[in-house]
């Protein structure tokens, strides 16, 4: 038999389970041969690749649309791409298995080999699929239970049709963006479209204008009891505490208040609410979870799952899209509890492993699974490991332990208060059952809510205190990280009908980490924000009617489904879509926007950044400026950064220099006048 991997860890793994000794870069006996690629071992042909004359980028030279797509080894790993060649050259009668990650990306990465192979033997292949850590127990099932590879063939045509979309779409309009500009802007399909988003909401933090309205709050008291209700204007439906600030009653209450001595509940509502333990992760939701606990991005938390998977073998395959897990999983959950149960009794306290059962619908459900089953624990976490990857494994052990805890129940309390015939409301929790909810679970809004419980209708309640609060409308929240994987995950329309996820749970982080290294998205603390580049980007884009549904989610989301339903349609309509692009689009000359960095010591004009160094504003003056800043002084690299430093008077930190004569020495920099000084270590 034949195994091709997509990595050498699981080459290995598949080895050890088969007692398979390591040639060079393979391994191999008289029944196996394993060889692994490293990732993608092939790419698209660029435009230069169908013909030479398409390498100098020119307007009338678009749309580049090639006849038949077309791949070429990537060069630094062209040797094992030869190792594989040659391996299926000399096993072509075996029978043959493909044991790339098992999701789109893994297909993709297998079938760029078999056609770059000229692999025919189809009929005798078939497709390595699991889910579990590969310890030789799985891997030998794993093999045993291999379907045809014929049933993933609908893996492998969605793959090459997103690879070459994806191909036209960034070839086509960078290079048709960046020409029209004069400033090099990638564009993405799915990319673009989360920068739009990004855009529109940036767009309405800015333009929003808050309105002041006031808020008269009470606070009651009766023993341990202390509440706060609200006062309700009757002329406010929406929302029944604000008033105007010239309003009557307001007035009225604001003269009157200091006579308001007690307060009688009238009404007093309880509705019994049920809350059930979050199901288990899939990756997009654990890089939610890591962002929000530890500020981890997505693609740092895809990184620690992978090696607790690969590496050390405690975890499930992680790029999952699925929260449950299939019917005929219920045996494998027991023994993982069996297994873990005493290892944490802070996460594992109060679970109840009589809630692992095939009724449980919220745990074991196969019309839901999607290619895998939840993201779960399979073993203790080895010794010596990093505090990331600790980090990440608990969440995943807290999860599994939760999905297996009561419910948190609790009573949703609303009353009425009469304070001297006004009619005031609050609203607050009554905790029945704290079941799977520690403080670590509670959700800002439950943390917020008043304990409502021992309050009594009918009973009256002294007033300590009545204020009157001035506030304002707030525009909504900026993006996070963890926000925009939920709306790439939960995209929905302006109906609020949930459409089809953008990118998948392996690409999403991947996809974000683009928009921050193009500089299209910058983060402060854990708020994303648009950056000149970003903005100067969407708005060309909404400018043009052909390109403007481009940035557009739910179209965006529409191209998916038809990936998803006839790649052929697909990729006709991307096709067409470019060249209507080219043929319409207008896009506006970038003008860089120029930041100053300080104020120029010599002229007091702005000091901005070049090239290769910083420089007055001043500088092309009747009397001009010479006042400059080199960005490496002694082979130390200057930025931005420590020239705001040294403009302020003071001294950056100590850095490491080269003398003319090559020998090293350490020293910080001070201006002085025009001139940047060194005040060496240790002198």
Known sequence: MLILTEKPSVAKAFAEALGVPRKDNFWENSDYCIVNALGHLLEDFMPEDYDPALKKWDINNLPIIPDDVKYKPVEKTKA?????????????????????????EG?????????????????????????????????????????????????????????????????????????????????????????GAIYEREKSIANFIPQTFFEVKALL????????????????EEFPSRFLKNSKLLLDIETAKNSFKTGRITQLKKEKKTVN??????????????????????????????????KHKCLSYP???????????????????????????????????SLINSDNKRIFNSAELQDHHALIPLSPLPEAVSQEETDIYYLVYESFFNIIKPPYIYNSVSINVDISSHLFQGTGID????????????????????DFSGLEENKVYNVNLIENEEKKTLAKKHFTFASLLQLMENPRNEEGKRLIGLGTPATRGAILQKLVDRKYINLKGKTVQITDDGKFLIENILKNEELSTFISVPETTRWEEQ????TASFILNIKNFVRNAVKNTNITAYQPVKTSIGKCPLCAGDIYEGSKNYYCSSYKAAEPCKFVIWKEICKAAVSAADVKILLSGKKTKVKKCVSKTGKDFKAAFYLSGDKVLMEFENK
């Open 277 to 310: 333990p979050p199901q288990l992760f899939n990756l997009t939701a654990l890089q939610k979870e890591a962002h929000k606990r530890f500020s981890y991005s997505p693609e740092k938390t895809l990184e620690i799952v992978q090696t607790l998977y690969e």
């Open 431 to 450: 905790v029945i059952q704290k079941g799977w909810k520690t403080s670590a679970d509670i959700d800002d809004d439950e943390e917020s809510a008043q």
């Open 563 to 566: 990936l998803h339903e006839n």
């Open 221 to 236: 008291q009766n023993n341990t009891n202390i509440f706060s209700v609200k006062l309700v204007n009757p002329d406010n």
């Open 107 to 195: 297909e993709l990465i297998g079938a760029e080999i078999l056609d770059y192979v000229g692999f025919d033997n189809y009929k005798n292949a078939r497709r390595f699929w699991v889910s579990q850590a590969l310890t030789p127990e799985v891997v030998l099932e794993g093999i045993k239970n291999a379907k045809p590879l014929s049933d993933y063939s609908s893996y492998r045509s969605q793959g090459f049709a997103r690879q070459q979309a994806d191909w036209l779409i960034g070839i086509n309009l960078t290079r048709l963006v960046t020409l029209r500009s004069g400033k090099l802007l990638h564009l993405g399909r799915v990319q673009s479209a989360l920068l």
């Open 319 to 353: 790029r999952t899209p699925s929260r449950v897990m299939g019917d005929d999983n219920v045996a494998l959950l027991k023994s993982i509890y069996d297994k873990l149960a005493h290892n944490k009794i802070e996460y594992t306290a109060g679970s109840d492993p």
């Open 80 to 104: 094992q791409l030869d190792v594989v060649k040659n391996c299926f050259n000399r096993r072509k009668t075996d029978t043959f298995l493909l044991a790339t990650d098992a999701e789109r």
